[in-house]
């Protein structure tokens, strides 16, 4: 079995219900409400998740990218149907094999994946938290989570898409050490 799908899986699976389950209790009141991620209100935050999700399912089937990014407008119910096709693209242990065409071009395909898991922790806390939605995962999945962020939080912060590592306690849940190391204040109120 492959390892980075029997580790990578799980985690994703438990994020990606998570996401669900915030956007489904999103009220269109909430749309230009702000967000932990500075660059997104709610609304903004749905079409970026929405095209990254839809992205990597492609990516898990080794599809091709569309030249045309999508339409902006995505719904929180159409959220959580990308969440979960992500969840089920990245469930076939041939998709964490070879290379495939994620985000900025050609990658591992394991590492994707492992974008995928970061993507779905950060931007479902996120949500949750601009919305007053719980964003429920195992300290397991938060341990996963966390691996996988910091595999790429150097880089994001050269491409500013995570600011300086907030500090966290060592003993603090997982998923607060994943939010310090992507530059986010687990503490943040809207």
């Given at each position: 079995m492959n390892t980075q799908h029997s580790t990578l899986h799980p985690a994703i699976r438990e994020c990606?219900?998570?996401?669900?389950?915030?956007?489904?209790?999103?009220?269109?009141?909430?749309?230009?409400?702000?967000?932990?991620?500075?660059?997104?209100?709610?609304?903004?935050?749905?079409?970026?998740?929405?095209?990254?999700l839809s992205s990597s399912a492609r990516a898990a089937r080794k599809e091709a990218q569309p030249d045309e990014p999508a339409a902006s407008g995505t719904s929180p119910a159409s959220l959580a149907e990308s969440a979960h096709r992500v969840a089920e693209a990245w469930g076939d242990p041939g998709a964490y094999e070879g290379t495939t065409e994620f985000g900025p071009g050609e990658m591992p395909a394991g590492f994707a994946a492992t974008a995928t898991l970061g993507e779905l922790a950060l931007h479902g806390w996120d949500l949750a938290r601009a919305t007053g939605r719980p964003f429920a995962i195992s300290e397991d999945a938060a341990q996963v989570a966390l691996g996988a962020v910091g595999q790429f939080a150097e880089g994001a912060r050269a491409n500013g898409s995570f600011g300086p590592p907030v500090p966290v306690s060592a003993d603090a849940p997982a998923l607060h050490r994943v939010l310090g190391t992507s530059g986010r204040n687990p503490e943040w109120r809207g």
């Open positions: 990606a219900d998570a996401v669900a389950a915030t956007a489904s209790g999103i009220r269109s009141e909430q749309l230009g409400d702000r967000t932990p991620c500075e660059k997104f209100t709610v609304a903004e935050l749905l079409d970026h998740l929405g095209e990254t």
